[in-house]
């Protein structure tokens, strides 16, 4: 494996970064980090997946947008314990937006879209993985766009006081990435009293709405259940690839979902109720 040349091209919102990722690639391969909006000329080959980029507490954009790229990732490796391949890059948009286009061949088992720094060599953020879901994207061709797709975005940070606030986890969670997510309701809004469970294959923890006494643990205990006010945010460290399943007593109903962590990512999950 060898780092490849990375290439900027003229931005139309943006201007030049001249960093280079240390992701690795292959050795024939070369990464083309495209400028925000992608493709303007009304000849794009592929697909692109656009949308906002959102912190994952304060759910506002990244305060530092031009130190950020947006990568579509195929995660297919993952399963065997590779790591994820990039299938596109864009620089991310003043406003916070982003929009990586030139996609083709999208996996059946889904897609990320990962908010990291362009520079590692001055990092600010934690790496992140969004899904997007096959069904979304199986369809789309040359210039078609998926729209609305929020990215989360775990800062730095944010990230070592979350492994500060992970009191049974022995380890490091920023680099050993950790699966953090959102249940929701049917329409959109946080629960409280949602639990997750894997048949005890990951430790999960909840976050609540006051901090002073530890992102997740009140009154020196820690918390079982999503709290609404917190955004319904929990957070497993180290999660395995497996089947998660949410659950409030029987007030909502959540479809299981297979996900899992990466190495070094805050990956997310969503947890959308079905009634």
Same mark, same amino acid.
């Given at each position: 494996?060898?780092?490849?040349?990375?290439?900027?091209?003229?931005?139309?919102? *943006?201007?030049?970064?001249?960093?280079?990722?240390?992701?690795?690639?292959?050795? @024939?391969?070369?990464?083309?980090?495209?400028?925000?909006?992608?493709?303007?000329?009304?000849?794009?080959?592929?697909?692109?997946?656009?949308?906002?980029?959102?912190?994952?507490?304060?759910?506002?954009?990244?305060?530092?947008?031009?130190?950020?790229?947006?990568?579509?990732?195929?995660?297919?490796?993952?399963?065997?314990?590779?790591?994820?391949?990039?299938?596109?890059?864009?620089?991310?948009?003043?406003?916070?937006?982003?929009?990586?286009?030139?996609?083709?061949?999208?996996?059946?088992?889904?897609?990320?879209?990962?908010?990291?720094?362009? /520079? @590692?060599?001055?990092?600010?953020?934690?790496?992140?993985?969004?899904?997007?879901?096959?069904?979304?994207?199986?369809?789309?061709?040359?210039?078609?766009?998926?729209? %609305?797709?929020?990215?989360?975005?775990?800062?730095?940070?944010?990230?070592?006081?979350?492994?500060?606030?992970?009191?049974?986890?022995?380890?490091?969670?920023?680099?050993?990435?950790?699966?953090?997510?959102?249940?929701?309701?049917?329409?959109? @809004?946080?629960?409280?009293? %949602?639990?997750?469970?894997?048949?005890?294959?990951?430790?999960?923890?909840?976050?609540?709405?006051?901090?002073? /006494?530890?992102?997740?643990?009140?009154?020196?205990?820690?918390?079982?259940?999503?709290?609404?006010?917190?955004?319904?945010?929990?957070?497993?460290?180290?999660?395995?690839?497996?089947?998660? @399943?949410?659950?409030?007593?029987?007030?909502?109903?959540? /479809?299981?979902?297979?996900?899992?962590?990466?190495?070094?990512?805050?990956?997310?999950?969503?947890?959308?109720? *079905?009634?």
């Amino acid at each position: 494996m060898a780092r490849i040349a990375l290439f900027l091209l003229t931005t139309s919102c *943006i201007g030049t970064r001249d960093v280079e990722p240390e992701w690795e690639y292959d050795e @024939e391969e070369e990464l083309v980090v495209e400028t925000c909006g992608g493709d303007d000329t009304g000849t794009a080959d592929g697909f692109a997946i656009s949308g906002s980029i959102k912190d994952l507490v304060t759910l506002e954009p990244p305060s530092n947008p031009e130190a950020l790229c947006a990568y579509a990732l195929n995660p297919t490796p993952v399963l065997s314990g590779g790591e994820p391949d990039v299938m596109a890059a864009a620089a991310v948009c003043e406003n916070g937006d982003y929009e990586v286009g030139g996609l083709s061949d999208p996996p059946s088992i889904g897609m990320f879209i990962s908010i990291a720094d362009c /520079d @590692e060599n001055a990092p600010t953020v934690m790496k992140s993985a969004t899904g997007v879901d096959f069904d979304d994207v199986k369809d789309l061709g040359d210039g078609d766009v998926l729209e %609305g797709q929020t990215a989360y975005l775990v800062t730095l940070e944010l990230g070592r006081s979350v492994d500060e606030a992970l009191t049974d986890f022995d380890g490091d969670a920023v680099e050993t990435g950790f699966m953090s997510g959102f249940v929701l309701d049917a329409s959109g @809004e946080p629960v409280s009293g %949602g639990s997750l469970a894997c048949g005890g294959c990951a430790d999960f923890y909840y976050m609540d709405a006051d901090d002073s /006494d530890g992102l997740f643990t009140t009154n020196d205990q820690r918390n079982t259940a999503t709290d609404a006010a917190a955004g319904g945010i929990f957070v497993a460290p180290a999660a395995p690839i497996f089947t998660y @399943e949410a659950a409030d007593g029987g007030a909502h109903t959540w /479809d299981s979902q297979l996900f899992g962590s990466l190495p070094g990512y805050a990956s997310f999950l969503l947890f959308n109720a *079905i009634n």
